[in-house]
């Protein structure tokens, strides 16, 4: 059974940090690429970021350059460490292997 469980989200000024996780039980971590997608109030899905097996690093230019996605193939976890938060970051945040999402985490950021 595959299952995907999203934390570490929360409330936070702007300007500051939060590193969500992503743990993945099942097969389907082994040798796939795993995504971050963000979900504002009334906003369709967005994609965020994106880390392949070996690590390769995609982003959107929403957030180059203040996000880093990282994952630790042993413990089968992604981690989306989010700096410089704006509110425009709010959002449920997602990830995402293959055709299995997780639930969820709620980032919210004040002004």
Same mark, same amino acid.
């Given at each position: 059974?595959?299952?995907?469980?999203?934390?570490?989200?929360?409330?936070?000024?702007?300007?500051g940090?939060? /590193?969500?996780?992503?743990?993945?039980?099942?097969? &389907?971590?082994?040798?796939?690429?795993?995504?971050?997608? /963000?979900?504002?109030?009334g906003?369709?899905?967005?994609?965020?970021?994106? &880390?392949?097996?070996?690590?390769? $690093?995609?982003?959107?230019?929403?957030?180059?350059? /203040?996000? $880093?996605?990282? /994952?630790?193939?042993?413990?089968? =976890?992604?981690?989306?460490?989010?700096?410089?938060?704006?509110?425009?970051? $709010?959002?449920?945040?997602?990830?995402? &292997?293959?055709?299995?999402?997780?639930?969820? =985490?709620?980032? $919210?950021?004040?002004?």
């Amino acid at each position: 059974q595959v299952q995907l469980v999203e934390s570490g989200g929360g409330l936070v000024q702007a300007g500051g940090s939060l /590193r969500l996780s992503c743990v993945a039980s099942g097969s &389907i971590f082994n040798g796939n690429g795993v995504g971050w997608y /963000r979900q504002a109030p009334g906003k369709q899905r967005e994609w965020v970021a994106g &880390i392949s097996w070996g690590s390769s $690093t995609v982003y959107s230019d929403s957030v180059k350059g /203040r996000f $880093t996605i990282s /994952r630790d193939n042993a413990k089968n =976890t992604v981690y989306l460490q989010m700096n410089n938060l704006k509110p425009e970051d $709010t959002a449920v945040y997602s990830c995402g &292997i293959s055709r299995y999402w997780g639930q969820g =985490t709620q980032v $919210t950021v004040s002004s």
